[in-house]
């Protein structure tokens, strides 16, 4: 029964892993050029 919700489940936690992933990786990004720029400019 719980092996079967999971499974009907894991595209829907497979979609979630891959937008934590997209967004955390878009925040590193950006605060990794927002220093980068802040040091160009000192």
Known sequence: ???????????AW???GLMVFV???AATAEEA?????R???D
């Open 23 to 25: 967004v955390t990786l």
């Open 14 to 16: 497979a979609f979630l």
């Open 1 to 11: 029964m719980i092996g079967e919700i999971e499974i009907a489940l894991w595209p």
């Open 33 to 37: 050029r927002r220093k980068r720029d």
């Open 39 to 41: 040091e160009r400019n």
